[in-house]
Each structure stands twice: as structure tokens, then as C-alpha cells.
């Protein structure tokens, strides 16, 4: 089976799609029941502290630390015992991580569907299977008996983590998971363009314009007007098809991102990265925006 037509067998698969169904609300219900806290924890999660989305970040220890595991069990393999506990300490500390990781990684993936829910949820299953395998090849490494045993169960393991890390990639690669959605800041106009004229754009109402190709969200609250990019940097969403909150800010239709209008910054994830924001005014009763240098 190549890679393509593994990736179509997992696309194909519908007990994929129904569990991630599931799933996906109990998590997200988790949270909300946490209140302010519970959604603290889950723009901790998503990374928004980071401006980067966490998961990527773990996912370096378990297959940094199980890679160190794999070079060392070899060298035990070809006679030379002196590594075993380097080796044993490498697998406690990615097991470490992969807890890590697969809790950043589900908080992810609450925000994905189609697609990119069902590779997601085969993703964290293959990751759950080897840290299984890894758990039971430490607790076989205490027997000197049982080396042989432990080592077999790592190897196996690491060739599903493997795996896993491919679909990983896949998702971020082709599925353009964590990356950045708005568009390249050199597309932007530098100079004021007329983008609408201002009694078109009522109190308390948003609209979504174009500066050259770009969609820009215009907003006004209050007699202010606040433009930002109208694609969603998590996944490319309207913004101006969501909602406009109380408190300046704009909430995506998608997965519930809210971003401040005044400086485009995230309030909530799943999104990690602001939304670029434009300077704003009137002239001869048309709104004119720029990209903003601030
Ligand atoms: S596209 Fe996912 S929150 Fe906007």
C-alpha cells in the first residue's frame, strides 16, 4: 500500500468520521463546563501562548526520545550492555511526552471535520498503540529475562509512531493544519484603498471587502470602524459570517475562534495567530484601509 492510497483508505473509512462525532462534543463539553477556566486551559492547549500551535512542539520529545531509545537498544542488540539505561530512561521520558502530546494534540483536532477529523483521530490512535507498546516494554525492562521481550515491543512501536508521524505531516503539509491562513503580508495594500462608502456599513453590523484580492472585515461599533483580515488564520474561515461580541471583538463561524477587532490579536483558539490589521479613514465618504504597521 503507498501513501496515497493509505490516505484514501483512512478517508474511506465512516466508523472514523461517526466516532470522531462522538467524541469530539464530549471533549469540547468538557471545557465549556470548566468556564473561564476551562477555556483558559484550552487556549493553553491549542498554544496561544505560544503563537504557534503547542502540539508540533511536544511531538519532538516521545519521537526525539524514542529515536535515542532505538539507536541504544540496537547497540545492546550487537552485544554491548552498557546503554540499557540510557535507553530505559529515553522511552520513560517520550512516554512522558506523548502524554503531553496527545493531550494538546485532541484539543486540536476538537477543531477539525471531513478529512481532517478522520486522519486526526487514526493519527492519535496509531500514537496511542505505540505509547501502549512503549509502556509495556518499560515495564518489561525491570526483568532481565524479559529484555529481549521489551526491546521487540519498542521496535514495533516505533514503527507505528512512524506511521503516525506521517499522518502528522500529512495533515500539516497537505491539509495545511497550523498554518497560517491569512494571506502573505506582502499581498496586503500599504497605501490607503477605498474599500466601501461609509453609509454602507451600518452600527453594530460587520462586512466583509475587498482591498485589490484581499477580504477585509469591516466592523463598526460604537461610531468606530475596525478592519482586519476576514480569512480566519486557524483554518480559513469568514470572519464576517460570525459573530460581533459585546466587547470589540469577532468571534469565526467555523470553530469559534475570537480575535479582537482593535488589534486583530486572538482572545480565544483554536486559532494561535492574529489576524493582520488594517489602519482606517474616511475620505470624501468612502473607508479607505491600509495594512497597519503596528
Ligand atoms: S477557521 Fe477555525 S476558528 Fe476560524
Redesign the pocket.
Known amino acids: 500500500m503507498n501513501q496515497k492510497t493509505a490516505i484514501d483508505f483512512i478517508e474511506n473509512q465512516e466508523w472514523l468520521g461517526e466516532a470522531g462525532e462522538a467524541i469530539q462534543p464530549a471533549i469540547l463539553n468538557a471545557f465549556k463546563a470548566g468556564g473561564e477556566t476551562g477555556q483558559k486551559i484550552k487556549n493553553f492547549l491549542h498554544g496561544k501562548w505560544l503563537g504557534h500551535p503547542l502540539h508540533p512542539v511536544l511531538t519532538d520529545v516521545p519521537v526525539g526520545s524514542w529515536t535515542v531509545a532505538a539507536v541504544l537498544d540496537g547497540i545492546e542488540l550487537a552485544g554491548n550492555e552498557d546503554y540499557q539505561q540510557g535507553a530505559d530512561a529515553a522511552i520513560s521520558i517520550g512516554i512522558a511526552g506523548a502524554v503531553a502530546s496527545a493531550v494538546s494534540g485532541l484539543t486540536d483536532w476538537t477543531?477539525t471535520n471531513g478529512k481532517r477529523q478522520k486522519i486526526g483521530l487514526m493519527h492519535g490512535l496509531l500514537n496511542l498503540t505505540a505509547t501502549g507498546l512503549y509502556a509495556t516494554s518499560l515495564i518489561l525492562r525491570g526483568n532481565k529475562k524479559s529484555r529481549r521481550a521489551a526491546i521487540t515491543c519498542s521496535m514495533i512501536g516505533y514503527g507505528i509512531t512512524t506511521a503516525a508521524a506521517y499522518l502528522g505531516g500529512h495533515l500539516v503539509y497537505d491539509e495545511q493544519m497550523g498554518v497560517n491562513h491569512t494571506a502573505a503580508s506582502e499581498e496586503y495594500p500599504k497605501d490607503f484603498v477605498a474599500v466601501l462608502n461609509e453609509n454602507e456599513l451600518a452600527e453594530n453590523t460587520m462586512k466583509c471587502v475587498k482591498a485589490g484580492e484581499i477580504p477585509v472585515l469591516l466592523a463598526k461599533k460604537d461610531g468606530n470602524i475596525f478592519a482586519i483580515a476576514n480569512t480566519?488564520s486557524?483554518?480559513?474561515?469568514p470572519l464576517a459570517e460570525g459573530d460581533l461580541l459585546d466587547n470589540c471583538n469577532v468571534r469565526?463561524p467555523?470553530?469559534?475562534?475570537v480575535f479582537s477587532l482593535k488589534d486583530g490579536s486572538v482572545v480565544d483558539s483554536?486559532?494561535t495567530e492574529p489576524q493582520p490589521k488594517f489602519d482606517v479613514r474616511i475620505q470624501n465618504g468612502q473607508i479607505e484601509v491600509r495594512l497597519s504597521k503596528n
Open positions: 477543531a480566519c486557524h483554518l480559513g474561515g469565526c467555523w470553530h469559534g475562534s483554536p486559532a
